[in-house]
């Protein structure tokens, strides 16, 4: 005999479920009966259970266990460069945004598999047999299920979530999950690489909500760029039904809203995700173009962002702040931050604009560096500093005498100039940006 369980919408998180009517029932025995007599591994099915002994293997964009909606799906991504990724994301859309991952750091190859073993473990291994990833749990695992709801949940026999997606997040959170205690959500590394990134959100267990860069390539946290604040003992972070995102105490008051939403859940998809720029973007896209009523794109748009800034958010004193060393940030018109290289430097990886940036000229040297002063020049760029780079300040001086002093010094990459102050910047330089509040000049040492 079979079973439709569903999960409790006014408990998110409970991990109940209860049984639908008989008439429910009844409507999804034929399904199911069909369902049954198909192989295990059989590609882009459409599950409510995913039966003991089932598997997806890596040959292509469809292989994948799909929710009853179809709106959701996990399985496995190609990338164009022929890795996998074992991976949710919204399945009705173009874009197939990814949700949800289980191997960013670690691709697989093609002939990689998930199986849900007839002794109920969830296992990733590649073609030759070797684990990636498996579900840690506690229990016996009965059937395991993609819930429309974007979660994906492994079940005892006696209906308990032993192990669910929403629970282990990675840096996307979703409508009905929430992040309790000790969570964290990390960014990735770049646009098109899933491994983790140099940034992370985390609910501390003093109850403050806060982002952080980090030691990176480690997920020790470096610096606090945004915070919460003492708005009393947050206890879950909450992506509600209705589309809001709040902090909330342990009776359910709401501590601090991180954003409030426009668009209905029923008309639109919606996700929140650290991005790999370091920014939480609460995102909304319509599910139709009804729902669109020509105010909307059919794309993701961001409702609201934190912090507004990241370019002047950041200022720490190890780490290479918002973009990469001897870059220097700039928010664009579209509230998105842009790293740029200086006059003189290029971009370590023209593929990843947050790598960095590395001179294009051979260095001044130190045993000569008075007969070569003449071989530099300073190219000014306004409203730009790379603070805490600096190894020497000087006041009040003059601009020229400046840039005299930086020119004639081989330690010397950036002089910044500002209201009769001097300040000699070394490589590498960090935390850099360009925005009308920093005022003054950054006057960039380069090779004639």
Not at 301 to 323: E, F, H, K, Q, W
Not at 342 to 357: I, W
Not at 443 to 448: E, F, G, S, W
């Amino acid at each position: 005999m079979y079973a439709i369980y569903v999960r409790h919408l006014a408990l998110p998180g409970s991990g109940k479920l209860s049984l639908f009517t008989m008439a429910d029932v009844l409507t999804y025995v034929l399904p199911l009966m069909l369902f049954a007599l198909l192989p295990y591994h059989a590609v882009a099915q459409t599950y409510s259970h995913v039966t003991l002994g089932s598997s997806l293997t890596a040959v292509g964009n469809n292989s994948f266990w799909a929710s009853p909606s179809g709106e959701f799906a996990f399985g496995f991504q190609q990338f164009r460069t022929g890795g996998f990724l074992l991976a949710i994301w919204f399945n009705k859309i173009p874009e197939k945004t990814v949700v949800w991952s289980a191997n960013g750091n670690y691709i697989v190859q093609r002939g990689s598999r998930i199986e849900l073993t007839t002794d109920g473990q969830f296992v990733l291994n590649d073609p030759e047999g070797k684990q990636i990833w498996s579900a840690d749990f506690a229990g016996e695992v009965s059937y395991a299920a993609m819930l429309d709801t974007g979660n994906f949940m492994l079940t005892s026999r006696d209906s308990i979530y032993l192990w669910e997606s929403f629970n282990h997040p990675t840096d996307t959170i979703l409508p009905t999950q929430m992040l309790n205690i000790g969570s964290q959500i990390v960014a990735r590394f770049s646009e098109k690489s899933y491994s983790n990134g140099r940034f992370l959100l985390k609910l501390q267990a003093d109850g403050d909500l806060i982002l952080y860069t980090t030691a990176f390539p480690t997920d020790s946290v470096n610096f606090n760029y945004w915070s919460t604040g003492p708005v009393g003992s947050g206890f879950q972070l909450f992506f509600d039904q209705s589309g809001y995102i709040n902090l909330i105490a342990r009776n359910g008051s709401k501590l601090y809203v991180l954003s409030t939403n426009t668009a209905s859940t029923k008309d639109f998809y919606q996700r929140a995700i650290l991005e790999y720029d370091g920014v939480f973007r609460h995102y909304v896209y319509p599910k139709s173009a009804d729902s669109s009523r020509g105010k909307w794109p059919m794309a993701w748009y961001p409702l609201s962002l934190i912090p507004a800034n990241i370019c002047m958010s950041i200022t720490a004193r190890t780490g290479s702040g918002a973009c990469g060393f001897n870059s220097y940030c700039e928010l664009g018109d579209d509230k998105r931050p842009k790293c740029k290289c200086p006059p003189g430097y290029s971009f370590l990886d023209p593929n990843n604009t947050m790598s960095g940036c590395k001179q294009n000229f051979v260095t001044q040297s130190c045993e000569k560096a008075s007969q070569e002063k003449d071989q530099f020049y300073l190219e000014e760029m306004i409203n730009t500093d790379w603070p805490l780079s600096d190894y020497e300040y000087f006041q009040p001086v003059t601009e020229e005498w400046c840039s005299e002093a930086c020119l004639g010094d081989c330690f010397c990459a950036v002089a910044i100039f500002r209201n009769g102050n001097c300040w000699k910047k070394k490589l590498p330089l960090s935390n850099g940006r360009i925005d009308p509040s920093v005022g003054g000049k950054a006057l960039i040492k380069t090779r004639i």
